[in-house]
């Protein structure tokens, strides 16, 4: 299994922004996969997740509303997007696959830096 | 929502000696099926977390036998038999039982004293 991200991102408050996973060494449709915020020096929140096979989408209470979560399946491609970005909204962005056993997490992404700031 | 606690939060280690962090859920995290989801996570400094141990107490291809993962219901401990060096970095338990999701103890950070 292997999920690789996008690159890193500078962006100013207000603008718009939408990050990648490509995901690969698995059937994409068939398990959950989805994001973890890592704010700066602190530790992990769970931020939601897809079902690429039906687009099925969840999300954490801290983030409904807050971000867009999507999927290709024709890419085998995951997305996190934001439509306003915030200064608090700094913070590394890793894509996770849950494995099909309840809600544990086996892959994780390298990681997406995004920077917000004026 | 299940709240997960970690001790310690710092942990200061010698080489080759053991080591020994806890994991506390606010309710039991025994799934539908019987079985307990229980995950323990490590992330060197500028690194993605790594999973070490899936159901409490399996480890994963690679991780050395020096790490085991042990307990059940709401009381769980990740212990390293003999630290080395490679061992620093914050670790994490995280729950894959309940929703939602991904809940996350505060990481305990192991340093080598």
């Known amino acids: ?118 | 929502d299940v709240v997960m606690t970690q001790s310690p939060l710092s942990l200061p280690v010698s080489l080759g000696q053991p080591a020994s962090i806890s994991c506390r859920s606010s309710q039991s995290l025994v799934y539908s099926d019987g079985k307990t989801y229980l995950n323990w996570f490590h992330q060197r400094p500028g690194q993605p977390p790594r999973r070490l141990i899936y159901k409490v107490s399996y480890r994963d291809s690679g991780v050395p036998n020096r790490f085991s993962g042990s307990g059940s219901g709401t009381d769980f401990k990740l212990e390293i038999s003999r630290v080395e060096a490679e061992d620093v970095g914050v670790y994490y338990c995280m729950q894959g039982t309940l929703w939602p999701p991904g809940t996350f103890g505060q990481g305990t950070k192991l340093e080598i004293k």
């Open chain 1, 1 to 118: 299994v292997q999920l690789v991200q996008s690159g890193a991102e500078v962006k100013k408050p207000g603008e718009s922004l939408k990050i990648s996973c490509k995901a690969s060494g698995y059937s994409f449709p068939s398990f959950w996969i989805g994001w973890v915020r890592q704010l700066p020096g602190k530790g992990l929140e769970w931020m939601g997740i897809i079902y690429p096979g039906d687009s099925d989408t969840r999300y954490g209470p801290t983030f409904q509303g807050q971000v867009t979560i999507s999927a290709d399946k024709s890419i085998s491609t995951a997305y996190l997007q934001w439509s306003s970005l915030k200064a608090s909204d700094t913070a590394i962005y890793y894509c996770i696959k849950h494995t099909g056993s309840a809600w544990e997490i086996d892959s994780w992404g390298q990681g997406t830096l995004v920077t917000v700031s004026s």
